[in-house]
């Protein structure tokens, strides 16, 4: 994409003067101006810089332009403005050859060059709902993060591998155990009593069906208990796959202990003495860190694993796996994980950068403008499944669901509009994403362009179209692997959703004032390429998200 190839060159510039001056850590950043009277891309480099060289920004950034060679290779003007930032103005003949790179038939949406970039291998750990009940909306907000940020990680060429973590073992999995056993019993005829602390959904009673014929006065409870999570973990599977989410590895804590990786992790911490003992129960020293507030347990008094354990020996398996980063999307509950995970990390001697927590925030479901309890078939949960029947339960619903829950950033609680996602209006956004893109083909498959259609099309250049609604669009097709890059830095797909509105936005602006087709012909050819250009960064931005790309609505 010629886009790639102009931010490549650009940054080439900046690598080549900042190793001259010594520095080795280049926080600079380019970016697309934010308004175009200042030409198309912005630099930052020269504000960086000017500490550390001990010179101004302003007479740094002159330096740098001098210094910089081809530079009206790619742009007509280049300008320093405000307190040093350097902008520059790309040339007519870079939007032209900007259009014709997506339009051919070898475009790659490959953003980063394996050969010039630092690529990294990425382990996406997210969703990993216990295996005690279905999916639940915070959940799959989640599906939708992880899936969407691991398709933007490897279009920006990076390995990436997306994983469940399944915590089949441990108390809450025996009180899974015991509930479908009481319910099996209630089925039977016979008295029942599920513990308090025990799981009452009505998704158990529909288990212990499930395993009715299974079940005998004589079954243990470990036996009902791994059978209730085969079952459950089998609907999990289900929904996610019917919501288009997509897991490399379902990985199960039992297989930690099938290997000993708890044991191993344990006799390193205690052989290095980060282990102690009080009152009977071994505490991990996460406090000499300083990134936690308190030690914490590991094995109970009675000698019973904490879920603590598992955690610590199934992160360090990512680590000796290979994988460069580890992320991982919890719900937002998990805050006191973030600190004592760090600190485990730490204490085994991994780099301090490999696990990156992200919490995603709750969400409200909102129906009239009120926050509102869907009828629901779990118990105390308003599940994914749910959500699914309340939008009808087909591509559509899915589309918009996961739409709607890549619109706010992950750091930000985010309300659900159920009205809003029913309409098929363009007042629903991911609607008014999809109808761009089939208000595009249904242009292109007017019958009149075959009398455009020629010798002419090849030598057609996007430079017949100087309208500044033709512009708007120019620029937002150049800011597109922009987009998909600060996704990737910031871990956080939410960028991607706002970006497609915007593009649809201009897309619609664009059409209101101007006509493609009865132009004259070379008028008609150029904004052809422009739609079409438009349509391919569409149909990808849609298929990242995993979102059905409509060609009639």
């Known amino acids: 994409m010629q886009a790639n190839k102009i931010r490549s060159f650009l940054r080439e510039q900046i690598k080549t003067s900042a190793i001259s001056r010594n520095i080795h850590t280049d926080t600079s950043t380019i970016e697309l101006t934010k308004d175009e009277k200042f030409g198309d891309l912005t630099s930052n480099c020269a504000m960086v810089w000017a500490k550390s060289v001990g010179k101004n920004p302003i007479q740094l950034a002159q330096e740098l332009i001098q210094e910089w060679k081809n530079l009206s290779e790619y742009f007509s003007e280049v ?36 050969s010039t970039s630092e690529l990294s291998s990425y382990h996406l750990e997210f969703v990993s709902a216990n295996p005690t009940g279905p999916l639940n909306v915070v959940s799959a907000r989640a599906a939708v993060i992880g899936d969407v ?39 039977q005829g016979l008295p029942f009593q599920i513990p308090d602390d025990g799981y009452h959904g009505s998704y158990v009673i529909e288990v212990a069906k499930t395993l009715s014929s299974r079940i005998s006065s004589d079954t243990t409870i470990d036996q009902i208990a791994e059978w209730a999570v085969q079952e459950i973990v089998k609907e999990q599977k289900q929904t996610i796959e019917k919501y288009r989410t997509h897991f490399d590895r379902w990985f199960f804590e039992s297989e930690l202990r099938r290997n000993r990786k708890e044991i191993e992790v344990l006799e390193w911490l205690q ?48 680590y000796r796996r290979g994988f460069r980063y580890a992320i991982n999307f919890l719900g937002p509950d998990h805050h006191g994980v973030i600190g004592r995970m760090s600190a485990a990390m730490k204490l085994l001697n991994v780099p301090d950068d490999f696990l990156q927590i992200r919490l995603i925030q ?69 609607y008014y994403v999809q109808y761009a893109h089939a208000r595009i083909c249904s242009i292109l498959r007017q019958p009149e362009l075959e009398s455009y259609l020629g010798s002419q099309w090849t030598k057609t250049s996007i430079n017949e179209l100087q309208e500044p609604e033709t512009k708007r669009v120019l620029r937002k097709l150049l800011e597109y692997p922009f987009v998909l890059e600060r996704c990737g830095q910031a871990l956080d797909p939410n960028g991607l959703a706002t970006y497609l509105m915007e593009l649809a936005a201009v897309f619609h602006k664009f ?21 079409q250009a438009v349509k391919k960064i569409l149909a990808h931005g849609l298929s990242l998200c995993r979102i059905t790309i409509p060609e009639r609505m």
């Open 149 to 187: 940020l691991a398709n933007i990680l490897k279009t920006l060429n990076h390995q990436v591998h997306c994983e469940f973590y399944v915590n089949d073992a441990g108390n809450q999995v025996k009180l899974l155990g015991i509930s479908v056993l009481e319910r099996w019993k209630e089925l």
């Open 271 to 318: 052989q290095n003495n980060y282990i102690y003992e009080s009152e009977g129960a071994l505490y991990l020293k996460t406090t000499i860190t300083g990134l936690d507030e308190k030690d914490r347990v590991v094995v109970t008094s009675n000698g019973t694993p904490t879920y603590f354990l598992p955690d610590i020996a199934y992160h360090l398996d990512k």
């Open 79 to 114: 300008t320093i403005a405000g307190a040093g930032f350097i902008n520059f103005k790309l040339d007519l003949e870079q939007w032209s050859l900007m259009m014709e790179s997506i339009l051919s038939d070898h475009f790659s949406f490959k953003i980063n060059d394996p």
């Open 362 to 430: 709750q969400v409200n479901l909102i129906r009239n403008g009120e926050i509102v309890k869907m009828s629901k078939r779990s118990g105390e949960i308003v599940t994914l499944q749910d959500l699914l029947n309340e939008l009808g339960d087909n591509d559509a619903a899915v589309d918009v669901t996961r739409f709607f829950f890549l619109q706010r950033k992950v750091s930000t609680p985010l309300d659900f509009d159920l009205t809003l996602a029913k309409k098929q209006t363009e007042e629903n956004p991911a």
């Open 511 to 531: 059409y209101t004032h101007h006509r493609v087709i009865g132009q004259a012909p070379k008028v008609t050819l150029a904004r052809v390429k422009l739609i």
